[in-house]
């Protein structure tokens, strides 16, 4: 099922935008956020508002971001937001341009490294953070015996489950819900 507010990204400069740690930072705090001013975004990331508007004037320039002029208060204030929730590219789409599928490589490089990252920051998190959280973290993995149809499968079922639980109605409850990162990755391979 294609979701309508994820991109499906068929053009290498997209990715060689996004293709940046601090791009790619920003695009996550955005998602987390909302819309957001140049200061927040600097705050969130603790990079200066020059970089920080240097990096997202690139990201609209691929049509990944876009000013979001009526939350401003006053004409100084210029806030971002994502034109969609999320991008999705397929490295086969870039085959036949050996430029094009380095750029995707890289792009599907810098993803995983992201993803790694954050579990690595939450597993060096003090005692207290993890304590919070009690058992809730999970790391699961399993050996599938799959063709590639039921891959594609499973993959769509994924999705599916984390839009679920992402796109629900968080009731106003008063209970503190934090950000929580879960990623999963199903790829062929030798054990």
Known sequence: MERPDVRQVTD?????AMSHPLRR??????????PSTVGTLADRTDQAPANVSHHLKVLAA???????????????ERWWQLVTRGVRWSNTDFDADPA?????????????DRHVALARAWHAADESAQAAWADAPFST???L????????ALSREMIELLARWGDRDIPDDGVDRQPVFVFA????ARP
């Open 12 to 16: 290498s400069r997209v990715l060689a």
């Open 25 to 34: 930072r920003l695009m996550d705090v955005l998602k987390v956020h909302g």
């Open 62 to 76: 691929a049509d990944l971001v876009t000013e979001a002029p009526e939350l401003a208060r006053d004409r100084r």
């Open 100 to 112: 094009a599928r380095a750029v995707a490589d890289a792009a599907t490089s810098l993803n995983l």
């Open 141 to 143: 993995d399993r050996w």
């Open 145 to 152: 015996h799959l063709t590639p149809d039921e891959l594609a």
């Open 185 to 188: 990755y199903g790829v062929p």
